[in-house]
């Protein structure tokens, strides 16, 4: 199982790469704005120069930059394969949305609403759809995100490394209870999970 | 100067007086001071509810508004700052006063159909105030999503109708702008002596008359599904909810750079005029326009990557999104590069200006982090893109907007305003803007979803943060207009070319005459030549 790939590791890098190119671009862009407005100011510098334009710095900055842009792609388009190719091996969960809660439905039939267990190292993919309007399943500590539209079955999975409560949200705008739509993923050890999930349904 | 009348003592045409020469006129210069009249009122009303919203989400819980009052409220919040404000605002205003002037002629191609484009306009809002008092005003958000606009009890028909109408209205103008262009140009005036601003309104209104219709009939669609259950797009009545997504963006998207070209436009004639110097690159300025005109209207589906609909689709819509991106970087370092070795002189159009870079920028980068495929999922529909959308959106055209106000402002009425009023109310939105929006990148990072009247305690922090911020904003925005109009109650007496600029608008007199040229423009060779430029009276004693 350790040689699976999160895909968690593979949006945050890509993240990582387009923020930190950002925050390189943007300070350089202001630093260079700011001081060209002080160096070059009026009373400084009266007569300004008549400079209409460059073609070996236009080429530049529209080449350079497009390399750049490519190289964003491609990592923005790694991390959705991630997210996108579910392990052969992975446990399906059933989860049907509706106004204004989740419903999810295990393999053996056993049903809850609004909360999740699922074992620890065990790939999860969950087969989405709603009952009624759209609506959108979103657990951010596994960078998951997926709709759910009434007719269409989607899916999203994830990878869950460690126990613990992680929260989940609707966020496709769904009506009054929209912000209510919430819920939590319950990480727990196999064997806890397989206890769990034997036991009967209390509803 | 000779005596010349302004077009505020001659109304055209020449019968009415009073009210109704404003009501019937054919004047592009006063339908856009209507413009400006009704849009300034939209604007404020929206910044209102905005500032409502905000405080509600100050603190967890159910606060100042219950949540379908909520829903309500982002609505319209959304509603009018997108169709009565930001799509309207550069070009229906100031394209409308200077499109003519920038190009040496008189007035646009059809004047009539620019006044029935303002009464349209009107119409737009007048049915968007009427749904509030019918059975409330619509909760679907302004993006109206099927099947929840098709099943919500609120009144989502007639704000839809509202959108509906409000669309023709921007088609025309769009309409009016290209013939113009084409027809009215005066001889001597070559495709590349056109000034930038023009260009970005020529390159903007081709896309309003091609990209709106569809939005138009999808509006349509959605009425009939409502009002005959035709099943379009309903799963329920065999329809597919995700054709609708992509009709609404297939003209939405496209409608942010009807949004932003103007924007980048204004920008393209503030910065050379107070650097004294030619713009950077001005070829690279209308390609990169009209390049954004076309990519920008084959990247919809970037918004709908979380949609279901095929991974294909995802890597062409994510591809394309970041060729998109070029042209937009292409501009910035255009405008950073003309103040290179220029004569720069500090004044609250320029001031503005350069907040408009600082925000945009800001606001294109945070994007290449929505366009790429990964990455978006995490932040989709959380209020990282809230945050990224009004840095673009407010931070690029709202700013726009402000520094196109302030920099024709003495042209359009013939009064300055005061300028140490004007940068402490630029500080103050601008810096009530980072205060404001900076934290929801931090609450959509940590996952806050938009469009949630309550959250999780773990998003407490910035959203109360960011409340303190938009009080300042909103402060400030109130400080700028009050500036503005204060002027209008000093005597009218400003020259015609008080910042030094070369375009046309500064050889008239200012306010302008009623057919804008008493002599026959003289068009330059190169439109941003500024050998000829002198120091002005008005730089001497307002600059340094």
């Known amino acids: ?203 | 100067m000779e005596v010349v009348k302004s077009f505020f003592e001659t109304p055209e045409p020449a019968r009415f007086t009073g009210i109704w020469s404003w009501l019937f006129t054919l004047d592009h210069k006063r339908i856009g001071l209507m413009y400006l009249y009704a849009i300034m009122f939209w604007f404020l009303v929206a910044v209102l509810l905005g500032g409502i919203l905000r405080l509600e989400l100050m603190f967890p819980g159910e606060t100042v508004l219950s949540a379908d009052l909520y829903n309500s409220a982002f609505t319209l919040h959304g509603v009018i700052m997108i169709f009565l404000f930001i799509i309207p605002a550069l070009p229906a205003v100031f394209g409308n006063f200077f499109l003519p002037i920038h190009i040496g002629t008189d007035d646009v191609y059809f004047p009539k159909l620019n006044l029935l484009s303002w009464y349209l306009y009107m119409a737009g809002g007048v049915v968007a105030i009427f749904s509030l008092f019918s059975d409330g005003f619509a909760d679907t958000g302004w993006t109206f999503y099927v099947p929840f606009s098709i099943s919500t009890n609120t009144n989502v028909s007639t704000a839809v109708f509202a959108a509906f109408i409000l669309g023709f209205s921007s088609m025309l103008t769009g309409l009016n702008f290209i013939t113009t262009v084409h027809k009215m140009r005066d001889k001597a005036m070559g495709w590349l002596q056109i000034p930038l601003f023009t260009w970005s309104l020529y390159a903007t209104a081709w896309v309003q008359l091609l990209a709106t219709p569809v939005v138009t009939i999808t509006l349509v669609l959605v009425m009939m599904e409502r009002f005959f259950n035709v099943g379009l797009f309903d799963p329920a009545r065999g329809g597919d909810p995700i054709l609708y997504q992509h009709l609404f963006w297939m003209y939405s998207h496209p409608a942010v750079y009807i949004m932003i070209l103007p924007g980048m436009g204004v920008i393209s004639e503030i910065i050379p005029v107070f650097a004294r110097k030619s713009i950077f690159g001005y070829k690279a300025i209308v390609a990169s326009s009209l390049a954004i005109a076309i990519a920008g209207s084959l990247v919809w589906a970037h918004h709908m990557y979380t949609s279901g609909m095929s991974d294909t689709a995802v890597f062409v819509f994510s591809l394309l999104t970041f060729v998109v991106a070029i042209p937009s970087a292409i501009k910035v370092f255009s405008w950073v590069a003309t103040l290179y070795k220029g004569a720069i002189q500090m004044t609250p159009p320029l001031f503005l200006s350069l907040c408009f870079i600082y925000l945009f920028s800001v606001g294109g980068l945070t994007g290449l982090v929505l366009g790429a495929a990964g990455a978006n999922i995490h932040v989709h529909d959380t209020h990282f893109v809230v945050a990224h959308f009004h840095f673009t959106m407010f931070g690029g055209t709202g700013f726009a907007f402000f520094a196109a106000l302030h920099y024709w402002w003495p042209k359009m009425f013939g009064r300055m305003y005061d300028f140490t009023k004007a940068y402490i109310a630029a500080i103050l939105v601008t810096g009530g803007f980072m205060f404001h929006y900076v934290p929801m990148f931090i609450l959509g990072l940590q996952g806050m979803p938009r469009r949630y009247y309550d959250y999780l305690p773990q998003y407490a922090g910035g959203n109360f943060f960011a409340g303190f911020g938009a009080l300042f904003m909103i402060l400030g925005i109130g400080l700028m207009m009050a500036n503005l109009f204060a002027s209008l109650r000093k005597k009218r007496d400003m020259e015609s070319n008080p910042w030094g600029g070369v375009t046309l608008e500064w050889t008239i007199p200012s306010p302008p005459p009623l057919h804008n040229f008493v002599q026959k423009p003289k068009i330059m060779v190169y439109p941003y030549d500024f050998s000829g430029i002198v120091d002005t009276p008005a730089n001497k004693s307002e600059g340094a």
């Open chain 1, 1 to 203: 199982m350790n040689d699976m790939i999160n895909p968690v590791a593979l949006v945050d890098r890509s993240f990582y790469f387009i923020i930190g190119f950002s925050f390189v671009f943007l300070f350089a862009i202001t630093l260079v704005m700011i001081y060209f407005v002080i160096r070059y100011r009026r009373t400084r510098h009266p007569v300004p120069a008549d400079i209409r334009g460059n073609w070996v710095l236009e080429t530049a900055w529209v080449f350079i930059p497009t390399f750049i842009a490519l190289a964003m792609f491609v990592s923005g388009w790694q991390a959705y394969t991630g997210l996108r190719n579910v392990p052969d091996d992975a446990m399906e969960i059933d989860v049907i949305a509706q106004s204004f809660s989740w419903i999810f439905i295990y393999a053996n039939g056993k049903e809850t609403e609004n909360e999740i267990l699922v074992p620890l190292n065990t790939p999860v993919k969950l087969n989405v759809t709603s009952a009624d309007v759209i609506h959108s399943l979103f657990i951010p500590a596994f960078r998951v995100k997926v709709d759910a539209v009434k007719g269409i079955n989607t899916y999203a999975w994830f990878l869950p490394e460690k126990t613990g409560q992680y929260f989940f949200q609707c966020t496709e705008f769904c009506g009054v209870g929209h912000a209510d739509m919430t819920g939590v993923v319950e990480v727990v050890s196999k064997e806890e999970f397989d206890e769990w999930i034997q036991e009967d349904d209390e509803w």
